[in-house]
C-alpha cells in the first residue's frame, strides 16, 4: 500500500484542531497537533502524536508540562502559524497552572506528561489534565486536507 494512499484516507476523518504549547528553557515553542484524543476519565488522560522530526518531539525529554488549546473556528490563521504555513510570531498567550495556552482558544488545558511512547515514526505523548478552562463558540475542523467548520442543521 502506498503511503499516500493512507494519508488520503486518514483525511477522511474529521478531527478537531489543537496547539500545543510548553516552556522550555524560559521560551514558549508549540505546534498544531490535530493527533489529539482522550485516552482515560481516571485519571484523567490524553495523548497526543508528535512528529520525531519535529522541534517538540526533539524536546519531549524537557517536557514536563504542557498545555493544549482547542481552537474556536475564528482561530485558523493561529493554526496556521503553528503549523509554519504562515510566516508570523505568535505572542497571545495566557497561562494556566503556569503552562502557556492560547488566549481566547475554545478549551484550554493545562497537562503534566505522564509516559512517552514510540509508535513508528511519532511518538505518543501521555499526559495526565491538570486544569480545564471551557471557553464559548464552535470548533475549527480538519478534514480532507482542509480547514472546515460546523454547519448546525
Known sequence: MEKQTFRK???KFATGVTV???KLDDEIHGMTVNAFMSVSLDPMLVTISLDKKTHLCQNADKMKRLGISILR????EISMIFAKQIDKK????TTLDDVPVIN????TLACTVQNRVEA???ELIIAEV???VLGEGKPILY???AYQSIEKK
Do not use: K, N, R, Y
Open 9 to 11: 484516507a486518514m483525511s
Open 104 to 107: 481566547g482558544a475554545l478549551t
Open 130 to 132: 491538570d486544569e480545564i
Open 73 to 76: 473556528e475564528e482561530q485558523q
Open 20 to 22: 500545543v504549547t510548553t
Open 120 to 122: 513508528g515514526d511519532h
Open 143 to 145: 478534514f480532507d486536507s
Open 90 to 93: 505568535f505572542e497571545d498567550f
